[in-house]
């Protein structure tokens, strides 16, 4: 069969758009997005890439072939060095996906999927022992189950360490990109989260339990947990900032997230100021202030953005609404810390603190609990928010797709209802502490939901699996091994330039 002979500028115009915003490696086209994270040219892919890809493939399938047939000659030339024909791009393009319609993947390709957001898990969990602690109506056997909840939080703490080490040590490219991802990366700091958790609740729960070696144990975790806390949250917004651009319109709730490390140190600090020395638990209560302040400032900083975003464009997306309830926690957290530190100040202050230790006491602990009232008023607004905004999504024929920010739905609440029993116990408010028990119900049934709903969700593929979690934008879908890329551009540069020297 005589070789086609294909218009140079037809050609040229065509390789201008397949090759339009694409980065060029070794004479050839390859898309930003399939690039790995921290690669020159690398950007956040978008389900326009794969649509535009997916639109060029079907003209493809449907253009006509001027009388040619499907199979070509081995002579048949290629297009000229530098110049990939559409086939080329599309292979390309498609090696870095993977077939989601597999029934069945190796285990070893699902942990390359257990990302940061699994320590969600072990948040909200530790926040249920945490809560059962502090309800104020006591009854036989609720100290027993919050030390379930307690141990089988430890369990799943150890759990999610060994997955993600397992990820990081199997698969190493994965732990550069997890925190170079522009969204698993906000959910790094839910390690450090969980590790404060199991911290409050070994206060809670072990410290009673325990001899004095504990004692002085939690205390130097404690100043461990505030620096973890300090780096985390720093650490993550300053890479946010250094790395990539945002604007109002990409905006969600989830940027609060990276200073949540720093929000339970107030609360942590106000369980411990019970339990240690009168010198200790000083030391304690002040830098739990300080640092409960850092972060309740910054995140009144991300809520300004939060609300501008909400008068300028609307709801998030539903799947993207779970994430409104982390707004619930800086004030949650802050009023149960402030109001917890406070109601314990007087024990630990010296007879000449400031002038007079009794007058400051009480006058700080006046001062806290009104200031808290506000802050706690708050935490509820934002709340009824979140609530109002799933009222759609619940009238969705398909409902919500189950994803690791559903847990969403119980930690932050956890904070707002400490806070609740926090500010029954200052004023002295029988009925608050009875709302407070009432969605202390409510929150364990959803705990038991959306871990029962983790567990069919694993089952049914719809998490651990390519495309399905947090890392879903890592190169679009599952990415090749570098080996993989550069073995397959390799051979790729190889025909273009045996093709070039043909030609001459």
Known sequence: ????????????????????????????????????????????????????????????????????????????????????NVQSVVHLANLSRIDLSLERLHWRERIRHYTWTFFTMTMATGGIANVLHTVPFRFPGLYAIGVIFFLFNLILFIINVSMISLRFYTFPETFRASYMHPSERLFLPASVVSFGTVLINISQYGLPEA??????AVLVMFWIDAALAILSSSGIYLLMWSTKSFTVEQMTPVWIFPIYPLLIIGPHAAILCTKLSPEDALNIIIGGFTLQGVGFLVALMVYSSFIYRLMTQKLPQASSRPAMFVSVGPSGFTAAGVLGMADSIARNLGSDFMGDGKMAAMILKVVANWACLWIWGLAMWFFFVSVGAHWSCARQNGGLAFSMTWFSFVFPNTALITATFAVGKAFQSKAIQVVGCVMTVCLIIAWFLVFGMMIRAITLKQILWPQKGEDKDEGGFKAPAKSERRNTLRKLTSSTKSTKSNNR
């Open 211 to 216: 001899g004095p070696w504990l004692s002085r």
């Open 1 to 84: 069969m005589k070789p086609v002979q294909v218009d140079l500028q037809e050609q040229e115009k065509t390789r201008d758009e397949l090759t339009e915003g694409l980065e060029v490696h070794h004479g050839i086209p390859v898309p930003r997005h399939m690039s790995r994270p921290g690669e020159d040219g690398w950007r956040t892919p978008t389900v326009h890439d794969y649509e535009r890809e997916k639109m060029k493939t079907v003209e493809e399938e449907h253009a006509p072939n001027d009388g040619r047939t499907d199979e070509q000659p081995a002579n048949t030339p290629l297009p000229s060095a530098g110049m990939l």
